[in-house]
């Protein structure tokens, strides 16, 4: 059988498909081979084929970035990376630009770990990633035998470290000219920096490379991971472009930590699966245990970021993602958790099997509440309103559809799905200001005049195409939302 990737294309080298971060544009006669690779990784794998494995990118930083100078005892690092099923060319271009655009003197080795990739459609992966990477030197692979999901995979990964500091990337990024000098140096400063680069966007869609700046990690009370700009109090802290951001919650993929540290405070929650989750337990463990959580201004990654996921949770992508987030919200959040409950109040009964271990942890390293992490760190969090016109679903009582912000992204398209009474996507919130609200993004006829451009977008309180008026049409209507 055919191997699925194929190296000597006729385009590859001969072109300068997207070189200096432009996007590639696929040409009319590949449309059909295009969209049967993007559904296999949900991004344009054609696109990112015949990229080189070493393109250029531009260098947008602050000029001020090129103009630092670090210690000449910077510790030196480790770079792990886990992928199922990931394409060939991501994977590769991820290991290439790190080796490309580090100083081997400060990267000592790049630690990949295959979770259990199917080898049917990624024969690659097998054999030809082996080879590969033998010439490479300083790329490790190890293989699970079993699925574990990303955190079991890192922890593996962690295993083989024999660096003082492991730098986590995931296997489709692509770094920028001076990534790492300034996420070591943070570490040098203080152990208990963790530090994330900015993360740039690698278009899904064409492989086109944007320069991303100046937000930081929250997250919403469904407990997903947001970005948001910088808070007054945070502006006003820096003194300069380049300085670090403190950052309330980490990404989760992209980040350099110190490996005493990463120890010290407890790794990861190995009782987490496959996807999610893992980020903001991180994140709130750093904060509440006496660390600092940064995004390092002069330090630059691209990242793929897909619409969805390609690859398969054995035990269902809800029931997953529902038990890692419980066991944060648990271990973490003290009364807190209630809010996060009350949207999904079924959950409440859902188990979310053994957190003694970390609650001991917890303890053994006397952190601190979650309520001293809203007061001191998260400090522009928006609770829910707890006065409001109506909250529930927003139904239509012939059909028993409900509106359904399918994860409640920023200007995603919406959806009507069939109401299935458990809150989270489908919980709405109607305010006294009349707007249908999720978590600071709100229902948005974004332009009266075009038909069918209903949107979540972040709300405005400023009425307009976010004002929606219910008005009662007879008795036996149901009056909630
Ligand atoms: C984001 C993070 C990701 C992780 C996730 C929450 C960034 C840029 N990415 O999602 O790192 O923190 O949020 O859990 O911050 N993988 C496995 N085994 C699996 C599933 C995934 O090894 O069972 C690999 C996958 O191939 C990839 C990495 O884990 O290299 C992250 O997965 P993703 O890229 O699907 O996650 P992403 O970027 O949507
Ligand atoms: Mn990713």
Same mark, same amino acid.
């Given at each position: 059988m055919m191997p699925a990737f194929r190296p000597t294309l006729p385009h590859y080298r001969r072109n300068s498909y997207g070189e200096n971060g432009q996007a590639v544009v696929v040409p009319a006669v590949y449309k059909e081979e295009s969209d049967r690779l993007f559904s296999r990784n949900r991004f344009n794998q054609w696109a990112s084929d015949r990229i080189s494995l070493h393109r250029t990118l531009p260098d947008?930083? !602050?000029?001020?970035c090129r103009k630092q100078l670090f210690p000449t005892n910077l510790p030196p690092a480790s770079l792990v990376i886990v992928f199922h099923n990931e394409a060939w060319s991501t994977l590769l271009r991820t290991v290439h630009s790190v080796l490309d655009r580090s100083d081997p003197r400060l990267m000592r080795e790049i630690i990949l770990v295959?979770?259990?990739?199917?080898?049917?459609? +990624?024969? @690659?992966?097998?054999a030809p990633l082996e080879k590969y990477i033998q010439k490479l030197k300083i790329v490790k692979l190890v293989r699970n035998k079993k699925r574990q999901g990303l955190i079991r995979a890192r922890l593996r990964g962690y295993k083989e470290v024999t660096s003082p500091v492991i730098v986590f990337l995931d296997a489709h990024c692509e770094v920028v000219d001076g990534w790492l000098e300034p996420l070591l140096a943070r570490i040098h400063e203080n152990r208990s920096n963790v530090v994330c680069p900015e993360i740039d966007v690698i278009s899904f869609e064409n492989f086109g490379y944007s320069y991303a700046s100046g937000i930081r990690g929250v997250f919403n009370w469904n407990l997903h991971f947001r970005w948001r700009t910088l808070p007054a109090v945070e502006q006003q802290r820096r003194k300069s472009v380049i300085d670090p951001i403190r950052s309330p919650t980490m990404a989760g993929g992209l980040f350099a930590i110190h490996k005493k540290y990463f120890e010290d405070i407890?790794?990861?929650?190995?009782?987490?699966?496959?996807?999610?989750?893992e980020n903001l337990e991180m994140s709130f463990r750093i904060w509440q245990c006496g660390g600092n959580l940064e995004i390092i201004p002069c330090s630059h990654v691209g990242h793929v970021f897909r619409k969805s996921q390609p690859y398969t949770f054995p035990k269902g992508a809800g029931e997953t993602l529902n038990k890692n987030l419980q066991r944060v919200a648990e271990v973490w959040m003290d009364n807190y958790k209630d809010i996060f409950y009350n949207r999904f109040p079924n959950l409440r009964q859902h188990s979310y099997g053994d957190i003694s271990k970390r609650i001991e942890l917890r303890k053994k390293l006397k952190c601190k509440s979650f309520d001293w992490y809203l007061k001191n760190v998260f400090t522009d969090v928006q609770y829910p309103d707890m006065i409001f016109l109506a909250k529930g679903e927003l139904r239509n009582p012939s059909t028993g559809y409900c509106l359904d912000s399918?994860?409640?992204? @920023?200007y995603a398209d919406i959806g009507i799905y !069939?109401? +299935?009474?458990?809150?989270?996507?489908q919980l709405l919130t109607y305010t006294i200001r009349k707007e249908l609200e999720m978590d600071e993004v709100c229902l948005d006829a974004?332009?009266?005049?075009?038909?069918?451009?209903v949107k979540m977008a972040p709300c405005h309180r400023k009425k307009g195409t976010q004002l929606w008026e219910h008005k009662e049409v007879s008795n036996d209507t149901n009056k909630s939302i």
């Open positions: 947008q930083r !602050p000029a001020a295959d979770d259990c990739s199917e080898i049917k459609g +990624h024969e @690659e992966l097998q407890g790794l990861y929650d190995d009782e987490m699966d496959i996807w999610g989750g399918m994860g409640n992204k @920023e !069939p109401c +299935h009474g458990q809150g989270g996507n974004l332009s009266r005049r075009v038909a069918g451009t």
